[in-house]
Structures are given as structure tokens and as C-alpha cells.
């Protein structure tokens, strides 16, 4: 077993190639620019194509760009670059449009804390562009599992025609970490759905059975219209309420109805527990800590990390709360996952760990409320 | 067989409008954005392009809206950023002829910075913009080419804004084909957008047009015909312009081509990148 150092950003972009991402467009900004510097120099040797863009929103746009001509395609930024993106993410889910937002978050709002890491885009990343529309989240909280998600955030884009966002944190895109990659024959890659009827006959958004209609590259002598305006099967715009209410309920069914596929979590020792902690990304890792100290205390606690934010895994988590008393969030923001956290099992189950400061959450933080929450039952 | 030329014209229409599916079109009758639309399926046409191998992106605006009834691969996208998705399709499919039809607020408001970028890039896209001197889809406010002391819905009092001259916009950020004319001299702009098309690198095709149903009420400048009159007199070629005395030049619109050079195009350039990273690996060096 020979492990490499590596840090998560170039996991990520490692992963991206391994998923067969063939293009990137992006606009420099810490913590994130590594995944461009090392995709700079690698997409080219496998015959893909990067562009440094003139700002993220032209970033996003190329991106969606490059997706409708066939080319599995990412883009990767931090806080005031997401924010920025925010339009044209909307479009590429109006358009079911594949395409992969890697968003390394900083402390925020506004330039915050450029070095420091934050999960404060929890919600920024499920409602940060307007309307209604279904989103996939992911987020890793090691160097491997960066790699690992990145390859499942293209699968999972491509599988469902939507944006997939990978919600990184600057501690985990900085880490470096001794990584065994899997060889590239052991990596499932999934292509986008296609189709052999004849151009006539293709509609690009047609309501197939699998709620996935297929999607066919530009230039392939399907000419068809993509717009982000509501439109009907054939992609043209309609105002017709028999054409947009069909349209809105297929696409959040194709989410829904592959929860199974979408749905990343670890859940350990719940069964017995008194105590949950749920943690993500970065915080994860001291929430683990802590989980394991509290337990060799005598503690019951049982842990659940959620490798999915969003669509919100809120089966699981109300399954592994049901017996519980206490629930304890620890993330880097104020309680923004919090939030769904209290929505599903009740406020007054949660017990909040939140930091926006730009310091980790630290396993004695989250043991100090294991404790907190114990005696505040007893 | 000699087909006769009213023929054709209804032949051309046959091909490569999306004739029964998408009319009739959202434009005020007598707007002159259905002539460049008309101006852009005749170079289509003139250059011997298959549908195929067009692709038509466009932002947001009423110019946006011509994608949906021309039958190519086409895109409406998002205000201000067609350049940037057209970016996109072109570095992936650079066999693709990517046309960009763009409003004047569209392309040099919003998405100037786009505009600016493609062209100091020399990408190989073909970008229309449909000068009406105003936002006309959202009824009327000034624009970035609305002329100094005309009226708009957000300038009551006349605008004390200067115009971008597009032109000179695009040739000083390094586009490689720069030509305008109007919507009066069709013929010409389709000659113009056929050369555009035909250009390897960045061509931007400035087609005058004017809008009789915000601009033209609010400036009191009369009817579509008027307005149409008005590009008739004033457009005059770059030979005549030049002959012209300093104080007749003011109220002209030029037409010609005032760039066409050879620069080296983006995607080509891009294509001798591939080829040194993998001249790398091969060499066994990792870079
Ligand atoms: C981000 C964003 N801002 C504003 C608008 C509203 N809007 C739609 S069209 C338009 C202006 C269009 O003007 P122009 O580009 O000149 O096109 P025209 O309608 O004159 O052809 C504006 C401001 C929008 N759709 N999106
Ligand atoms: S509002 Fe003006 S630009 Fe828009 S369709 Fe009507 S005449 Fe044309
Ligand atoms: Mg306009």
C-alpha cells in the first residue's frame, strides 16, 4: 500500500478527471484555486479543457455551456464566488443541465475570512439561487472522501440532469492527508442518459418513466431549444399551467424517488444512544472525537454523519432521533443545518454547537455539550 | 432548374425557420429585430451551413427571444451571460459555428465585461448585437448606447450618460472582424454576418435597429417607418462618411467593415496546449 499526501482540493480535482470531467471554467479565489491550478495542468493532458473565465458568473455559464456540448464540466469557488454563480446555477436547474459546483467555504459574509474555514453556504447552497427547484449538496470531510464524492457528485449530475454542489470547507480543501486512490477500473462513472430515436421524435424534456428524460449534446443533429424560462416537453417557453405543474413535480420526483442513490450518511452506535451528535464536513472529524471520548466515559452516544445536506436526509434523521433526548449540531455557521435538524425532530431535542468566527469546533466544545445535554436530562 | 429569387427567400424561410411550430413571434409588428434574425438565416444560408452545425445562444432582451424560431441548436440564456455559455459549447464543440445574438443592454451593460473578454480572447464566436439604443423588453429605460440627451423611462430629464461606441469597443479589446450596419441595409448586414461567420476569431456585427414602441415614443421619432427612414438617410458608408464635412458627420451611423485581421483563434491555440501537456506525460515528466 503506497498512500500519497495529498491535499482535498487536488483530491478533488483528481477526482473530477477519475469522473470524467473533461472541462472546468473558474476564477481564482482561496480557499478553491488549487483545484483550478491542478486541473489547469491536468485536463489538457487527458485532452480536456480549462478556461480561467473573467469572474465566476461567466464561470458558471461556460460551465453550463460546455455541459450542453457534451462535456461533463465543474467549476469550483468559495463564498463571494458562490454567491455570484448563484443565476446561473438556477438556470442549469431550470435547463436540467449536468454540471458540478465545488464550493470550498470561507468564513463569510462579504470577503470574511479568506484562509479560514466555515460552513456558513449550508443554505446558501439549497435556496441561494430564487424559485423552487431540487439541488443535490454533498459534503466530504476527509481527503479521500473528497475524491470519492467529487466522482459521485459528476455520477449523481449526469444520472439526474441537474447541478450537484460539492460543499467542501477550506479545513478539509487544505488538509493534506495520506490518500490510497482507488485504480481507475474500481471507480463507478456514470454517463448522462442519451437516446437513439430519431431527432424528430426527441424531446428534451419528454416526462419519461424514469423522470430523467435523456439529454443529447448540441451539434449531434438534435437541434432543440434550451431556455431558462418554463417551457414544455420540446424545451420551447410556455406560460401553460398543464406544462409548467408537470415540469415542477418531475423534477423534484426525480430526486425523491432515488433517495436511496442520493442519500450519503455514516451512522454509528445509535442504537443504544441517549445522545446524537449529527455533524458534516470539517466538524465531523471533532465530533467523532468527541463522540469517542464521551463514550469511553460511559456515555451513551451514538453519531450520525451526513455525507448528503441536501434534499435534507429527514428520514434518517428522524429515525436515529426517535428514541433520543438530545440532538447536538455542531457546525461551523450560526444553526443553518440546525435548522432542519429542529424542523424534523423538534427545537427543543437540538442542542446547537455553532461557530462563524472562522475557528474549528473543537471535540472538547462538542463534549462539553454531550455532557451539557446529559445532566440537563438526568 | 432556375429557381426564382422569391422562390428561394421562401425556401430559405422552409429551412431554417421553426416555421409551424413557433409563430407567430413576440416582437412589436415593424420591429426590426424579425429583419436580423432574417439577415442571419441568408449568411446562414449564403456560407452553406447545415442546421446542424449552428448553434444560436442568446441573453435576455426581445433580441434574446429570436432562438426559439430558428431552427438550430439553440440556447436562451441568462441576462448579459450568452458569451460565456457560448465560451462553453465553443471550447467543447469548436467545429460548432456559435452564433451570440445579444440586445445593446445585454451585451455592453450586463454582460460587457463578457463582451470585452471574448474579444481580447479571440474565441471563435460570432457576436450579433442588436443596437436599439434602449432596453426595450422591459419597456424603455436608457441603455449603454442610448445617445446623450435623449429621453428613456429612467432618464426623464435626458440622459447625461455617454454612449459605448460598440465598434470601437470590440476592435480595441481584440476582436478579429468588426463590422455594423443597419437593419435598412439588409442585404448588406447579411453580407456583413456571413464574413462574420466565416471569420476564424471573435467577429462582432453591430446591426443598427431602433425601437418605435419605447425609444421611438418617448423621443417622439414616429412610426417603424420613420424610424426605418431615419437608418436609411443617416447610415452611410465609411467612403462617403469620410467625405463628408466635420459638421454633417455628427448624426451619421458609419456602415462598413472597419476590422478584419488575422489573429490566432482561441480554440485552435487551446488545441497546442492538449498537445504540449501530453508531449509532457509522454515525456515522463509530470509537470
Ligand atoms: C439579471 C437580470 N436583470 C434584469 C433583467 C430584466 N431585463 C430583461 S431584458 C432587459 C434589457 C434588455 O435590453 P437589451 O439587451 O437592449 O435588449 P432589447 O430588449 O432592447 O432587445 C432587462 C434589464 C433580467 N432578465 N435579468
Ligand atoms: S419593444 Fe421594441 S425592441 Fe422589443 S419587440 Fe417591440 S419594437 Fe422590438
Ligand atoms: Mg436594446
Redesign the interface.
Known sequence: MTGKLMQGDEACAEGAIAAGC??F?GYPITPATDIAEVLA?RL??V?G?F?Q???E???M???????????K?MTATSGPGFSLMQ??IG?AAMAEIPCVVVDVQRAGPSTGLPTKPSQGDVMQSRWGTHGDHPIIVLSPSSVRETFDFTVRAFNMAEKYRTPVILLMDEMIGHMREKVELPSPEAIEVVERVSTSVPPEWYKAYENTPSDVPPMI?????Y???????FHDE?G??TQRLDEIDPWIARVFRKIERNLRDILIYEADEIEDAEIVVIAYGATARSARHAVKQARARGYRVGFLRLGTLWPFPEEVVERAAERIHRVIVPEMNLGQLALEVERVVGRRKVMRVGKANGEMVTPQEVLDAIVRGVSAWL | MVVKKQERESLIHERYLRHHKKFPHVWCAGCGIGIVMGAIVRAVDAVGLSNDEVAMISGIGCSGRMPVYVDFNTMHTTHGRALAFATGLKMVRPEMKVIVVMGDGDALAIGGNHFIHAARRNIGLTAIIINNNVYGMTGGQYSPTTPTHAYATTAPYGNIEQPFPICQLAQAAGAAFVARSTVYHARELSRFIAQAIQKEGFSVVEAVSYCHTTYGRINKLGSAVEMMRHLKDKGVTQKTFEALAEEERADKIVRGVFVDRDIPEYTRLYDEIIARAQQTVANGRTA
Open positions: 473533461r472541462f471554467a495542468r489538457p493532458q485532452g479543457k478556461i473565465m473573467e469572474d458568473i461567466a464561470s455559464a461556460a460551465v453550463i455551456g460546455a455541459s450542453v456540448g457534451g462535456a464540466a443565476e446561473n438556470y449534446s448540441f451539434g449531434q443533429g437541434r432543440y431549444h434550451i431556455t431558462g424560462l420540446r420551447f417557453p
